[in-house]
C-alpha cells in the first residue's frame, strides 16, 4: 500500500522559513514524479512544484519560483519542499502527491496517483 505522510507544517512569521518533507513508502518511484500542492481556506488546489524522481528535474508555480525549493533524497524516499521568504497567502494545507505524465497533466493533478493527508503551513503577519 503506497503511503505518502507530510510534516514539518507549523505557525512562521512572515518573511521565515520552513522545510516541509514527504515519506513515501510501499512502492517505487522510478518513472514517477512528486509534487506539492496546496489549499488555502475557501480556495481551490493550487500547484506548488513538481521533481522527477529518476533525475530530479523540477517545475515550479509562478507563485513560489525563487522563494521554494523542491528536492528528493532517494535513499530515504523523501521529498522536500523548503520554503523561504514566506508570505501570508503561502498559509495553506500542504500535500504532497505522486504521478506521471507531463508537467502540465501533473500540475492540473489529473496525473497523480496518490495523495498525502497534508500539513497545515500557516503564515502569520
Known amino acids: 500500500q503506497v503511503q505518502l505522510v507530510e510534516s514539518g507544517g507549523g505557525l512562521v512569521q512572515d518573511g521565515g522559513s520552513l522545510r516541509l518533507s514527504c515519506a513515501a513508502s510501499g512502492r517505487t518511484f522510478n518513472g514517477y514524479a512528486m509534487g506539492w500542492f496546496r489549499q488555502a481556506p475557501g480556495k481551490e488546489r493550487e500547484f506548488v512544484a513538481a521533481?522527477?524522481?529518476?533525475?530530479?528535474?523540477?517545475y515550479y508555480s509562478d507563485s513560489v519560483k525563487g522563494r521554494f525549493t523542491i528536492s528528493r533524497d532517494t535513499a530515504k524516499n523523501t521529498v522536500y519542499l523548503q520554503m523561504n521568504l514566506l508570505k501570508p497567502e503561502d498559509t495553506a494545507v500542504y500535500y504532497c502527491?505522486?504521478?506521471?505524465?507531463?508537467?502540465?497533466?501533473?500540475?492540473?493533478?489529473?496525473?497523480?496517483?496518490?495523495w498525502g493527508k497534508g500539513t497545515l503551513v500557516t503564515v502569520s503577519s
Open positions: 502527491a505522486a504521478g506521471r505524465g507531463t508537467w502540465a497533466r501533473l500540475a492540473s493533478g489529473s496525473g497523480m496517483e496518490y
Open positions: 521533481i522527477v524522481w529518476s533525475d530530479s528535474r523540477t
